[in-house]
């Protein structure tokens, strides 16, 4: 009996064991089905799935600085730079002179609301670049101009460093000048004695006192312990228009190495003197 319960109990343990192991079958066209070996039947799946073609994103191009190296050395033609436009001549003594739209703009308003007080604001330069700053250097340099001391630094200082600070004393070497970058200018005349007294010293007051409310500032004041150190001399005429010139102080802060300055004569000065620091950053603290 119990051999008996056995063998009628085997037929149904089989099947369950062949549908716990079940293969994967394939439909034939006669509506059957036959079984697939595993590997077979996982190629075929593989080959059921087909790549999906993803597009690649473009990179995008990454913002263009509003400002470069090569701008604060004066390295391009203001004539050509879409930033610039000429100045009036009613504005100035002359033709031929260029300034940033926004320092442009900024001065118009000064100079009416000036002339509304009776005071005269006429540039006599504007924006300078490289190659302009470089022929006033050289022609220094050489002694075919003279400095403002009326020496002709070339016989006066034969030592090369001492010639150069002698020049330094108003002039910017070649891609050190603040003149490169469109936001300054000078003013009526250059020398300060004639802001010190007469007509010339109510045009300074009324500079000093209003000038910071169209967003200029005297980049060159009077040296002193407790302010500006070192640098050029006192420019009663100069004038920076702060809200361009600032973010160009700073980036040369950043970039500005005393070797990159070059390619005029006494070029080789500029890092015994320490040119950036002492002269492109050395201005007004209220300037900066």
Not at 114 to 128: F, K, M, N
Not at 161 to 168: D, F, T, V
Request: net charge positive; with cysteine; glycine share 8%.
């Amino acid at each position: 009996m119990r051999y008996l319960l056995l063998l009628l109990f085997l037929p149904n343990l089989f099947a369950c064991t062949q549908q716990g192991k079940a293969q994967p079958e394939q439909v034939n066209l006669q509506g059957g089905s036959t079984k697939l070996p595993k590997e077979k039947y996982q190629k075929t799946v593989a080959d059921s799935v087909k790549p999906v073609a993803v597009k690649d994103t473009p990179a995008q191009p990454k913002p263009k600085p509003e400002f470069s190296v090569e701008y604060i050395m004066g390295k391009f033609d203001p004539a050509q730079h879409p930033d610039f436009v000429p100045v009036d001549k009613k504005y100035a003594d002359g033709e031929g002179y260029y300034l940033r739209k926004e320092t442009y703009a900024s001065f118009v308003k000064m100079h009416n609301a000036a002339l509304a007080d009776g005071i005269t604001l006429s540039i006599i330069s504007a924006t300078r670049n490289f190659a302009k700053q470089k022929s006033i250097w050289e022609a220094k340099w050489t002694g075919a101009r003279k400095i403002e001391n009326g020496a002709n630094a070339a016989k006066k200082y034969p030592d090369a460093k001492n010639r150069a600070l002698k020049i330094l004393e108003y002039s910017s070497m070649p891609g050190s000048s603040r003149h490169h970058w469109g936001t300054d200018i000078d003013l009526n005349d250059l020398d300060n004695y004639t802001f010190e007294q007469g007509p010339g010293k109510k045009v300074y007051d009324w500079m000093v006192k209003h000038a910071h409310e169209y967003g200029f500032c005297q980049p060159y004041s009077k040296k002193s312990e407790d302010g500006r150190n070192t640098g050029y001399n006192e420019e009663k005429w100069h004038w920076s228009y702060m809200p361009i010139a600032k973010k160009l102080t700073d980036l040369a802060a950043r970039t500005m190495t005393d070797d990159m300055i070059g390619g005029f004569k006494g070029a080789e000065t500029a890092v015994k003197i320490g040119i950036v620091e002492k002269y492109v950053l050395g201005v007004n603290p209220d300037c900066l």
